[in-house]
């Protein structure tokens, strides 16, 4: 039987707690405005990244804004009291702009670019290229607040993720969400929409209106 559990919190042995202490101390000294940045945090382009207040990160995450001539100008925009887990990975040449009170899960990856194109239009990029040499198709990445996006996600280029919104687990998000809906799915599609006249979560048809 499913059941509720309000709030939990963690059993941490001396040796734990011995090293958030540390790690506390290492994140005020570094990052100010941060509640606690986990060891391997790498962050590359740090004049253009604005990490908000009280975050949060797992291990192993890599904050990237990456320089392209037009680089005196803010390209990872995290807003307050975001929470990212293990091996997240954010690049930006452009911009990534993610709102208040998000939480990230382990492995997820967000990127504004890619390698080459590939719509099957005019722009496409020969498969004679080698992969490293090709042009960087760049289209912003927006994610609103108090969002909640499962572990192994993809958040691609040109991607809107509106407020409220839940990416499943392993989603490919290559097209936008809207507001108070459930995405899943390679690609990921709407599964679900939060209903304000029932308060519930319901399905939806592929016109967006209820089940």
């Not at 994140?27 to 740090?46: D, F, P, Q, S, V």
Request: positive net charge; aromatic residues 6%; contains cysteine.
């Amino acid at each position: 039987m499913t059941r509720i559990i309000e709030k939990i919190s963690n059993k941490y042995s001396l040796l734990n707690k011995i090293g958030l202490c540390m790690t506390v101390i290492k994140t005020k000294l570094i990052w100010k405005k941060a509640r606690i940045i986990r060891r391997g945090m790498i962050i590359r382009g740090k004049s253009m990244i604005d990490l908000g207040i009280g975050l949060t990160t797992g291990i192993n995450c890599r904050i990237e804004a990456l320089c392209t001539g037009k680089d005196d100008c803010i390209k990872i925009k995290i807003g307050n009291k975001v929470q990212m887990n293990d091996s997240v990975h954010i690049a930006a040449l452009e911009s990534v702009t993610i709102g208040d009170n998000v939480l990230i899960a382990s492995h997820v990856y967000i990127s504004d670019n890619s390698h080459g194109c590939y719509k099957g239009g005019d722009d496409d990029t020969s498969p004679s290229i080698p992969p490293v040499s090709r042009y960087y198709f760049v289209n912003p990445v927006k994610i609103g607040s108090n969002v909640w996006i499962g572990e192994s996600a993809m958040i691609m280029p040109g991607v809107t993720i509106g407020n409220g919104a839940i990416i499943g687990a392993h989603a490919v998000v290559n097209r936008s969400i809207p507001d108070n809906c459930i995405a899943a799915g390679i690609p990921a599609k709407i599964i679900k929409r939060y209903n304000e006249t029932t308060k519930r979560w319901e399905k939806t048809a592929p016109d967006g209106s209820f089940i």
